[in-house]
């Protein structure tokens, strides 16, 4: 049975390989497509907002340099998010605000991609900084890492030109047009699958029995923690990320409660890098 779902697995990867590389080489170039067609409107605006030409090229200078200034003030941004969460919204559960070391760790790790978790994020952090904070960046450093590649590969591909593309054009289109896309169809899968998402304050259950806790206290309920964790675990999962939405990751059931859950969020792992 082991080798019937690591085969399985590689078929399904392979299949998906190709229509899905495709579709981000004409999403790169600028080509059309159905659902660049109805996404294209988004884009637009988001160029129209940031004020974004995106007809200008970049030298690897300039885009290097965007590249890192972004991710910068996206760092900077989760610091103080995590640093003051217990004065913002969304914080049904009461979270404090995350010590100044972890909240250093965690955005500096969710900004390069990293995402190496210290902390438990049932236990830590608001929905709002799960949201606003965690989420996004698991699209933008994705993204950002995706855009480089790009830029990498037309180094390669425009041997007598100066510019490799435009660093804010290539991450819209990477969030917009691929990862978001992405993101929604696996979210709503694993809502049909029973990972939670809501924006509701942990659930209390009464025990069967009391326990005596490490204080030597009786324990007679148990917190169950619930909020946004569909939408979060979606983007992880394709932008290669770690962080869930909980402290042990995908091994929590509200996080993969079924054997599809499990081999889709799996198939997510790899599924962006093999296109």
């Known amino acids: 049975m082991g080798w019937i779902q690591i085969t399985v697995y590689l ?16 999403v790169y170039s600028g080509e059309g497509g159905w659902l660049v067609k109805i996404l294209r409107p988004i884009e637009r605006g988001i160029y129209r907002v940031c004020r974004i030409r995106s007809d200008d090229e970049m030298s690897w200078k300039v885009y290097a340099a965007s590249m890192l200034a972004f991710n910068l003030l996206g760092m900077l ?13 969304l914080n049904p559960a009461g979270m404090p605000a995350v010590s100044p070391d972890s909240s250093f760790n965690t955005a500096v790790s969710f900004t390069t991609n990293t995402n190496w ?9 608001s929905h709002l900084t799960q949201m606003l904070g965690l989420t996004v960046q698991n699209f933008v450093s994705a993204a950002s890492g995706m855009a480089v590649l790009v830029a990498f590969i037309r180094g390669f591909t425009r ?8 660093f804010w054009v290539d991450l819209v289109r990477s969030t917009v047009h691929i990862l978001l896309p992405l993101s929604v169809v696996l979210a709503l899968f694993l ?9 509701e304050a942990p659930a209390h259950a009464q ?3 009391s326990i005596t806790g490490p204080d ?18 979606a983007i992880k999962q394709l932008g290669t990320n770690g962080g869930g939405f909980f402290n042990v990751n995908s091994a929590h059931p509200f996080e993969n409660p079924t054997a599809l859950s499990n081999f889709f969020e799996s198939l997510s792992i790899l599924l962006v890098a093999a296109g």
Request: proline letters at 4%; glycine letters at 10%; hydrophobic letters at 45%.
């Open 77 to 89: 941004v989760l610091y103080f998010l995590q640093r003051f969460q217990h004065v913002l919204p």
């Open 207 to 209: 025990l069967v029995q």
């Open 191 to 199: 809502v049909s699958q029973g990972v939670v998402q809501n924006l």
């Open 11 to 26: 078929v399904v990867l392979v299949l998906l390989a190709k229509p899905l590389g495709e579709y981000m080489a004409r």
């Open 159 to 166: 041997r007598n030109a100066v510019s490799i593309g435009n």
């Open 117 to 125: 978790q210290g902390y438990g994020g049932e236990t830590t952090m």
């Open 216 to 233: 030597g206290k009786t324990v007679s309920e148990q917190v169950i923690s619930v909020g946004p964790a569909a939408s979060q675990i």
